[in-house]
């Protein structure tokens, strides 16, 4: 500021002088002095409004790099000022760079985002939101959330402000077969905007019906036999019976004793094949062994079923590959023989069953057990696996079947890297098949 005073001075000192050396002589030198004053400080304004024009002119927003003044109070104002906007520039920077990160934080999060102004439009949200309810992720900002979402269930919670509790809601992709289910929940935050989270929740839904059906199924299974021994016990402790109805009841009572104790014992390996590391490659069993011993137990069931006469099936046992399975003996003894005495229990005597292990073209190999029984409807077969599913639960109960045979199958085969499928027709019966991965199978 002090130069430019200097400035200012030394302009009405210069004219003041020249002024008065050209100036004629006596009064009259002073008043062109004067006016040769007036004139330097007029010239001293019109420089200095030019200096802050180009001043002006370079704050602007396509302001240049360079400086258009570099000395002078302009010039010092301009580097100021230039400083000053390049630590603006960085803060700018660094915020967007924050902003950014976090944003980027939410785009990856499981979770559905979306935030809200406090006209409920959408100001920003994640890709997982957009593929909750359908949204794209670009076109529909600034739109009004409640336009977007029809869920009478949604908008009712939107429309009634009381956010304590979520909202579970069906998602845009649920259908009947696949049903999708959302956790959504708001929270208010400043300006009256809304935060809105979603998930989903359907393998929770899903795990927790599991978790209901396998206790209330256990229950059943349990208490079906309970309810017969209790029965036969209080018979036998209040009623004279006769020695054959005494034999005869005490029959059905060890039969049912040995029906919970069975289901137990399949329960027990359920949770020990769930609980146990996948079998290494390091112990092999004899494919053709496995194969008898299979067959053996075959021909001792369908004794067992049709009383101790002979044998009814048409048993085929078919042995097409002379190698070694890797992996547990008793847990792939157990999962083979439980698809081949399902085989014997379902199919009618005479009928066919065929049994046989071969290796496929591309190494890996394929245990086939082949009935001629009622068949399976196609509903039922994406359910087969399930625990305690039964196709026809009277039957399943006739011939002995706790309802997790197949659970058993399948999580042996996985436990072994293999595939479980399953065909049927209705009349035409069954074909279940494992297929195991070339690692575990060797000549």
Not at 85 to 108: C, E, G, H, V, Y
Not at 195 to 211: G, K, Y
């Amino acid at each position: 500021m002090a130069l430019r005073i200097l400035g200012f001075v030394g302009f009405l000192l210069v004219g003041a002088g020249l002024g008065y050396l050209l100036g004629v002589s006596g009064n009259e030198r002073y008043m062109d002095a004067l006016w040769a004053a007036l004139l330097g400080s007029a010239l001293w304004f019109v420089l200095d409004a030019v200096r802050a024009t180009r001043v002006l002119g370079w704050l602007t927003p396509q302001r240049a790099p360079e400086l258009p003044l570099k000395s002078g109070v302009w010039g010092e104002v301009l580097e100021r000022t230039q400083r000053l906007l390049r630590d603006k520039d960085r803060t700018i920077a660094d915020s967007n760079n924050r902003l950014q990160d976090f944003l980027s934080a939410l785009q990856a999060s499981p979770n559905g985002v979306i935030l809200l102004d406090d006209k409920n439009r959408i100001e920003w949200c994640n890709q997982m939101s957009a593929a909750h309810f359908g949204l794209d992720a670009r076109r529909d900002l600034q739109q009004i959330i409640g336009n977007l979402v029809r869920d009478p269930g949604f908008s009712a919670y939107l429309a009634g402000r009381n956010f304590a509790q979520e909202l579970l809601m069906a998602g845009r992709e649920s259908t009947p077969s696949r049903p999708v289910r959302l956790s959504v929940q708001l929270y208010p935050y400043g300006g009256g905007r809304l935060l809105l989270l979603s998930r989903d929740v359907t393998a929770l839904e899903q795990a927790d019906a599991m978790r209901r059906d396998f206790v209330a199924n256990v229950s059943h299974e349990i208490r079906t036999p309970l309810t017969v021994l209790a029965g036969f016990v209080e018979t036998l402790q209040t009623l004279e019976l006769e020695p054959q109805e005494r034999e005869s009841y005490l029959a059905l009572m060890a039969q049912q004793s040995q029906r919970m104790q069975t289901l137990v014992s399949d329960l027990l390996m359920l949770s020990r094949l769930e609980g146990s590391p996948t079998p290494g490659v390091d112990a092999w069993m004899s494919v053709p062994t496995l194969m008898r011993q299979l067959s053996q137990d075959a021909q001792a069931l369908t004794r067992v079923i049709n009383g101790g006469e002979e044998l009814v099936h048409d048993l085929s046992f078919e042995c097409l590959f002379d190698g070694e399975l890797a992996g547990v003996a008793t847990e792939l003894h157990s999962a083979l023989g439980n698809l081949v005495s399902n085989a014997i229990r379902y199919t009618s005597p005479g009928r066919r069953i065929g049994v046989s292990f071969r290796q496929i073209p591309d190494g890996q190999a394929e245990f086939e057990v082949q009935d001629c029984g009622p068949g399976i409807a196609p509903e039922h077969l994406p359910r087969l696996t399930e625990r305690f599913y039964r196709v026809d639960r009277s039957r399943s109960r006739e011939t002995g079947g706790t309802g997790l045979g197949l659970a058993i199958v399948k999580h042996v085969a996985q436990r072994h890297g293999a595939t479980l499928s399953i065909e049927s027709k209705l009349g035409q019966g069954s074909v279940f098949r494992i297929r195991f991965p070339a690692g575990r199978v060797r000549q």
